[in-house]
T-cell receptor, first 110, second 111 residues
Framework: TQLLEQSPQFLSIQEGENLTVYCNSS?????LQWYRQEPGEGPVLLVT?????EVKKLKRLTFQFGDARKDSSLHITAAQPGDTGLYLC??????????FGPGTSLSVIP | EAQVTQNPRYLITVTGKKLTVTCSQN?????MSWYRQDPGLGLRQIYY???????DKGDVPEGYKVSRKEKRNFPLILESPSPNQTSLYFC??????????FGPGTRLTVT
C-alpha cells in the first residue's frame, strides 16, 4: 500500500515567522500536488511538481520536489493569518487512484 | 466560471433510507472522483471514474455506488446508509495531470 506521510501534524506559529512542512513516501511518483483546505471547504490546488529537484514559487510559498521524487516540502516565508489551513499533499498511484497525505494543520497567530 | 457543484450541501437521514448526492462539473474533465473526509483519517477516495461508463473502486468503496452516464455528472449513491457513513463528502474532477478541483462538500449525518 502506498502511503504519504506529512509532518508536522500540527503547527502553530506567530505571524511573520517562517515554516516548512514535509510530505514523504517510500515510493517514487511521477508528480505530486499540494493543496490547502480551509474548514468546511474543499481543498484548493496550490501547485504540481513534476521533475526531481524542481522548485516552484507561489508568492511567499516555495515548493520543492525531492531529487528521487519520493518527497516534497513546502516552505512559507513570513507567514500571515491568511495562510492558516490544512496543507495536503497528493499523488496519483499506478492504478489511477489518488491518495492524499494526512495533512499539516497550520495556525498563524496574529 | 469553472466549478464543481454538489447537492445537497447538508443532509441528515436515517439508517437504511437510500440517498443520492449529485456532482456536476463544467470543465470537461474526464477524471472524476468521490472522497470522504473524517477526523484522524484524512481524505480517502471512495470511487473514481476515468471517463463515461468507466468507474473503479478507490480505497473505501464499501456501501457506495456510483455511475457515470454523462461526462459532467458523477452521482454518489448510498443504497442503505449506516451511521458509519456519517462524514464530509467531496466530489472532484481532475485534468489530465490529475490535478483535482473540488466541490464545496456535502456533510452527511446518518442516525
Amino acid at each position: 500500500t502506498q502511503l504519504l506521510e506529512q509532518s508536522p501534524q500540527f503547527l502553530s506559529i506567530q505571524e511573520g515567522e517562517n515554516l516548512t512542512v514535509y510530505c514523504n513516501s517510500s515510493s517514487v511518483f511521477s508528480s505530486l500536488q499540494w493543496y490547502r483546505q480551509e474548514p468546511g471547504e474543499g481543498p484548493v490546488l496550490l501547485v504540481t511538481v513534476v521533475t526531481g529537484g524542481e522548485v516552484k514559487k507561489l508568492k511567499r510559498l516555495t515548493f520543492q520536489f525531492g531529487d528521487a521524487r519520493k518527497d516534497s516540502s513546502l516552505h512559507i516565508t513570513a507567514a500571515q493569518p491568511g495562510d492558516t489551513g490544512l496543507y495536503l499533499c497528493a499523488v496519483k498511484t499506478s492504478y489511477d487512484k489518488v491518495i492524499f497525505g494526512p495533512g499539516t494543520s497550520l495556525s498563524v497567530i496574529p | 466560471e469553472a466549478q464543481v457543484t454538489q447537492n445537497p450541501r447538508y443532509l441528515i437521514t436515517v439508517t437504511g433510507k437510500k440517498l443520492t448526492v449529485t456532482c456536476s462539473q463544467n470543465m470537461n474533465h474526464e477524471y472524476m472522483s468521490w472522497y470522504r473526509q473524517d477526523p484522524g483519517l484524512g481524505l480517502r477516495q471512495i470511487y473514481y471514474s476515468m471517463n463515461v461508463e468507466v468507474t473503479d473502486k478507490g480505497d473505501v468503496p464499501e456501501g457506495y455506488k456510483v455511475s457515470r452516464k454523462e461526462k459532467r455528472n458523477f452521482p454518489l449513491i448510498l443504497e442503505s446508509p449506516s451511521p458509519n457513513q456519517t462524514s464530509l463528502y467531496f466530489c472532484a474532477s481532475g485534468n489530465p495531470h490529475y490535478e483535482q478541483y473540488f466541490g464545496p462538500g456535502t456533510r452527511l449525518t446518518v442516525t
